[in-house]
C-alpha cells in the first residue's frame, strides 16, 4: 500500500493528518508517550509496594492480588470498548479526559484509608487506563500515515511504556521506602499535568460515530471479573464465580455474534496476523507481569529484603528495554515484524527456563541477573507485534485494534497474577516453578505460531 493511499485513507477534508507538520507530530507522540508511560507505571510500580500495603491495610495475599487486578481488570474489559470510544469521540477528546479522570483517580488512591477504599480507587484508574492507551496508539497512528515512519514512532511510544516499567520497580521500592506507599501513586500527577499540556498544542482528532455495544460490554466485564474471583478466591465462592464466568462469557459471544457493531468483532481474528499478535502479546504479559509479581514478593518475603533492595534488584532486568523496543523497531523495520518476534519469543523462553532453575537460596544478585533474558526477549517481542497488528486492520479501525490488542495483554497479566498468586499460596518455591513452566509453554506455542508467518502483514 503507497503513501498517497494510506493518507487517502486516513484523511478525511480538513482531518487530523493534513494538518500535522513535524512539530505537531512530535507533540503528539509526546503526549502519547507520556500517557501510555503513566498507565504502565502503575501496572508496575505497585507490585514492590504490596507487602508495606499489606501491613499498612491489615490485608492478606488475596486482598493484595486485588491491588492488582482491580486496575488490570477494570483495564483490560473496558478497553474493549474505549478503543472503539477512541474512534467515536477522536482521539485527542478520549485521550483528554482519560488522562484527567486517571491523574484525579490517582490522587483518590494515594489517600485512600482503607483496603476496598483503594480497590475501588484502582478500579476508576484502571477504567481511565482504558480509555487512555487505546486513544494514544491512535493517536500516534494518526500522526504517522506514512508506515516507516509509523513504526519507528510505534517503537518509540512502547519505549515509554518501557521506560516506565523499568523505573517502576525502583521508584515503586524507593517511595515506599524513603516516604510512604502512597507516593506511588501521587507520583501520577505532574506526569498526567505534563501529557495534557502537551495534548493543548496537537490537532483534533476526527470524530467516527458508531453505536455502543452495551450488553456485550458488560458481559465482558462480568466474565473476566468472576472468572479472576474465581482464581484468587478458590473454596466455593471460587466454584460459584467460575460459574458465572462461563455463563456470562457465552453470553459474550452469542451477543457478539449477533450485534450489528460488536464490542469485539470476531471476524477480526480470521486474520493470521491479528490472532499471531494478540496471543503473543498475551504471553509477553503473563511471562513479565507474572515474573514481577513472583519476585518482588520472592526478595522481599522470602529473602528478606526492604522494598527499595527489592526494586533495585529488578533494574538489570528492566534497565535495557527501552533500548531494545528501539532497536526492535530497527529490526521490523528492516527485516519485518516476524524476525525480532521470533528472537524475542525464544529469548523470552529462555530466560523462563533458566528461572526455573532458581530456589529459595539463590543470591539476589543472580537471581536479578537471571531475570534479564526474559524481559529482553518481550521487549523485542512487543513492538513488532504491536506494528502487525496495526498493518492488519484498515487505518479506521486503529483504536480498535489497539483496543483489542491491549485488552488480551492486560487480561492475561490480570490472570497470571491470580494464578501464580494461587500457585504460591499452596508453597512458594514449588508455585512459582510451575507458573514460570506456563509462562514457558505459552511462549514456546506462540514462538511456532509465529515462525509460520510467511512474510509480514501487509507486504506486497
Known sequence: MSTDRTMTKTQPPGGTERQLRPTSAALTLTAALLGFAVTTLDASV??????????????????????????????????????AFADRAGASRAFGAGIAVFTLASAACGGAPNLAMLIGARVVQGAAAAVVLPASLALVRQAYPDAARRARAVAVWAAGGSVAVALGPVAGGALTTAWDWRWIFFINLPVGALALLSLLRTPRSQPRPAPLDVPGQLTAVVALAALTSAVIEGGTTGLVAFAAAIVAGAAFVRIETRQAHPVLPLGLFRSRYVRVAVAAGAACSVAFYGVVFLFSLFFQQIQGRSALSAGLMFLPMTGLISVTNIASGKLAGRYGARLPMLLGQWLAVAGLLLLLCVDTSTPSAAVAVLLVPTALGCALTVPPLTATMMEAVPPDRAGLAAGVLNSARQVAGGLAIAVFGALVGGGFEAGMRWGLAVSAVLFTTTAVATLRLRRPAGSS
Do not use: C, H, R
Not at 55 to 67: A, D, N, P, R
Not at 68 to 79: E, I, N, W
Open 46 to 83: 505497585v507490585n514492590v509496594a504490596l507487602p508495606a500495603i499489606g501491613t499498612e491495610l491489615k490485608s492478606g495475599l488475596s486482598g493484595l492480588q486485588w491491588v492488582v487486578d482491580a486496575y488490570t481488570l477494570a483495564f483490560a474489559a473496558l478497553m474493549l470498548s474505549t478503543g
